[in-house]
């Protein structure tokens, strides 16, 4: 861990931020039956995607994955920040409040970044889309089938 980049990030951590991937930071939509844009992609033979379908999803991603590159930069750039103060040693409460705001709110925007795309993709989808789509990643048959307010077609 000494020798790690940024202390608090794995070399798999730092991999997915770079690469803008999920970092399982859109559980709570993917839970709750709003499928994300790579694993739509992922899945899209399974699902019978549309060739309109996949095109939308694939701007939708497309541009996820840009803003989720920069957003991870900011956060890698605000963890580094708070571990370099911390091997200077010369950190007060003060500083590191701030520091650590600095991080969590990077943190956040990047997954808004995440987040947001799922509320983009239910509208391309059919219900039974998105209930085979729960089903394919292992969560049991969806939202869709359980809860009124999803949206679902």
């Not at 033979?45 to 549309?50: K, M």
């Not at 840009?66 to 950190?91: K, N, P, V, W, Y």
């Not at 007060?92 to 943190?107: M, N, Q, Y």
């Amino acid at each position: 861990m000494e020798a790690r980049e940024i202390k608090s990030l794995s070399g798999e951590d730092i991999e997915a931020l770079r690469e803008g991937r999920g970092w399982g930071l859109a559980l709570a939509a993917e839970l709750n039956g709003m499928p994300g844009p790579a694993h739509l992609l992922e899945l899209k033979d399974e699902l019978g995607l549309s060739e309109d379908q996949v095109r939308a999803i694939e701007a939708i991603h497309a541009e996820m994955r840009a803003e989720a590159i920069a957003a991870g930069e900011r956060f890698m750039a605000a963890e580094a920040a708070l571990d370099t103060a911390f091997a200077a040693g010369d950190l007060d409460e003060e500083r590191l409040w701030h520091l650590i705001d600095a991080a969590e709110a990077a943190r956040g925007d990047l997954r808004f970044v995440h987040l947001s795309r799922h509320l983009s993709t239910p509208p391309l989808l059919t219900r039974n889309q998105i209930r085979l789509y729960s089903e394919l990643r292992g969560y049991g048959s969806g939202a869709c089938s359980e809860a009124e307010g999803t949206q679902c077609h």
